[in-house]
């Protein structure tokens, strides 16, 4: 019993974390990993870089601080080489589906500042949210009418995530030649990643944040049943808009 009372508390303090809408861009450091059967190749490949963009939402999953992210995003994973006579390039964009687990490190402590009775239904409701010096104010309906809460001005938050992506556009090049890499088995098909990251949000006032990020993917081509096997580590360096949409 107390353990569902539990789970009732936390799911309604849930309700109180409203639903974002985020935009990401940033840059993609990645490093092709090529093997054929257990044995590694081209150890001439250097690590190549590219943009990313994102958009999603983020919504509470258990009170102040575990949230869950659903996005869509389109990353360049490109990559260089060369050898003693040739030179060679990778440069690809994927679209993908992003999904996450945050975890605040500083949580929102709801402390009312202010308590706004029924009868003051009209003010409440046409009242802004404030930012007051150093505290920003949420104006938050309840059982009781209206309050005011303090928010805290900085967050961290721990990710772990996953993604599915299929490319969309790649080209290698080759001593000035390009070829066409969307129906190259290596590139083509479904790519299955995970990414843990972190990142630092700085609410500039109850409905808008900001926020810098790093991100470490490993992405596998699972559908590529040949010998020749193709993945990415790629280290992702964001910054990030919020949006407060409820």
Known sequence: ??????????????????????????????????????????????SGSGSFYEVGLINPF??????????????????????????????????????????????????????????RDNEAKTAKDQTEKDKLIKIQADSGGYKAFSLRRFDVLLIAGAKVATIVYGKQQIDGVYYDLLKDKEFSGVLIGSNLGMKIKYNVSPRVATSVGYNFFQIFNFSNKTEEKLSFNTNQVQLGLHFNIN
């Open 1 to 46: 019993m107390k353990k569902y009372l539990l789970f009732i508390a936390l799911v309604a303090s849930s309700q109180i974390f409203a639903q974002e809408f985020y935009m990401y861009s940033g840059s993609n450091i990645t490093a092709y990993k090529y093997k054929v059967g257990d044995r590694k190749i081209n150890p001439s490949l250097q």
């Open 62 to 119: 258990i009170g102040n601080r575990v949230f869950y992210s659903v996005g869509v995003s389109v990353d360049d994973y490109n990559a260089i080489g060369s050898t003693n006579t040739s030179s060679y390039s990778w440069d690809t964009k994927f679209i993908g589906v992003d999904s996450g687990v945050l975890f605040s490190l500083f949580p929102h402590k709801l402390k009312p500042v202010k308590a706004l009775a029924k009868g």
